[in-house]
């Protein structure tokens, strides 16, 4: 059985920074982050190759940082400068190895696997 679990959510004011941490229990795929808003469509964030590449969204690049430690099968959203718009629930995802990294950053891949979503607030 896979779980994902996600951890770091909180409420932080504009400029801040907060750190997501992914834990995947029973896999060796590639994983990635998600994030939905209230009333918006879901937002691929990162996506984590299972040989370590990253691929963040033109979005978030410059101020989000994503890493993977894969003997750990763990994976981080290190958020900074954070902006009010980025207030939304993130999740963590997870799928087969295979993946191609833009069609899971362009939303062309429902990942089999999913956390349970941790929330981030951001307050101006």
């Given at each position: 059985?896979?779980q ?9 004011q504009?400029g801040?920074?907060l ?37 963040v969204?033109?979005s ?48 062309l ?15 101006s």
């Amino acid at each position: 059985q896979v779980q994902l679990v996600e951890t770091g959510g909180g409420s932080v004011q504009t400029g801040g920074s907060l750190r997501l941490t992914c834990v995947a229990s029973g896999y060796t795929g590639c994983m990635g982050w998600a994030r939905q808003a209230p009333g918006k469509e879901r937002e691929w964030v990162a996506h984590a190759a299972t040989n370590g590449d990253i691929l963040v969204a033109d979005s978030v690049k410059g101020r989000f940082t994503v890493s993977r430690d894969i003997p750990k099968a763990t994976v981080y959203l290190e958020m900074n400068s954070l902006k009010p718009e980025d207030t939304a629930m993130y999740y963590c995802a997870a799928d087969n190895p295979f993946v191609d990294a833009r069609a899971f950053l362009d939303g062309l891949v429902d990942p089999d696997y999913w956390g349970q979503g941790t929330q981030v607030i951001v307050s101006s």
